[in-house]
């Protein structure tokens, strides 16, 4: 801690008040500033010149900023409790996800015994939603088209069957959407499905663990099935 030198001719009383002792403990932050800055306007005025008192306007400007620092101090302490808070709230409604299944952000899906589920997302009314699935070299497989389709989320089905009629072999799959209104394009979002495993906390947050979708912040989780 920076000390004040006695250098200009104040009085050593005033020069012990503002810097404290060096066996004197920490205390709270606020609580110091606090004590400090009391104990400091109270050396002042017994050390005042009688015939130059200090001014009261500035005995109140002093008390101000006084209680503008403590005031700030006191916010900075409320917040962080309330973000403690919230980060409980968030954690108890994340364990609460597990074994639910999710829609979040990405463009795969999975086949398994013939079934898969997928998503899609769109900004705005669509009079067609054409969805494309594409196998792992880039082929399209299979695809189908949803008319006159609101804004909103919307879970979707696969069977596996291809166009040609025959039956998908069961692995990872690609896929994606394209909608119009008119002739005008609909901002449409691919969806992929997964099972919540787990929930796990750090520095980056709370995090969603689903497999073959990772680990997956709030934001990226559309809907919960």
């Known amino acids: 801690m920076t000390t004040i030198q006695n250098s200009s001719g104040v009085s050593d009383s005033l020069l012990t008040a503002v810097n404290g002792t060096k066996t004197a ?63 409980t709230s968030q954690t108890l409604q ?4 597990i074994g639910h299944g ?25 009079d067609k939603v054409q969805v494309t699935i594409r196998d792992a070299s880039g082929s399209a497989v299979h695809s189908f088209t949803l008319e006159n389709q609101p804004a909103g989320t919307y ?11 025959a039956t998908a072999p069961d692995g990872k799959y690609t896929f994606e959407v394209k909608a119009t209104a008119g002739d005008k394009n609909v901002d449409a979002s691919a969806l992929s499905f997964g099972q919540v495993a787990s ?27």
């Not at 994340?94 to 996800?97: N, R």
């Not at 979040?104 to 669509?126: I, K």
């Open 155 to 165: 879970p979707l089905a696969w069977d596996g069957k291809t166009d040609a009629g």
């Open 199 to 225: 929930v796990s906390t750090g520095s980056g947050g709370i995090k969603v663990n689903v497999p073959n979708l990772g680990a997956l912040n709030f934001a990226d989780i559309r809907q919960i099935l």
């Open 25 to 87: 403990k920490a205390t709270d932050a606020a609580g110091e500033a606090q004590d400090r800055f009391m104990t400091l306007l109270v050396t002042q005025m017994k050390n005042q010149d009688p015939l130059n008192p200090m001014d009261n306007a500035q005995m109140t400007s002093q008390l101000a900023q006084l209680s503008t620092v403590s005031g700030i101090e006191k916010l900075n302490t409320a917040l962080e409790n309330l973000m403690g808070s919230y980060q």
């Open 102 to 126: 999710v829609l979040a952000t990405g463009n795969g899906v999975q086949l398994s015994e013939g079934q898969a589920l997928l998503g899609v997302e769109l900004a705005g009314p669509a």
């Open 94 to 97: 994340a364990t609460s996800m």
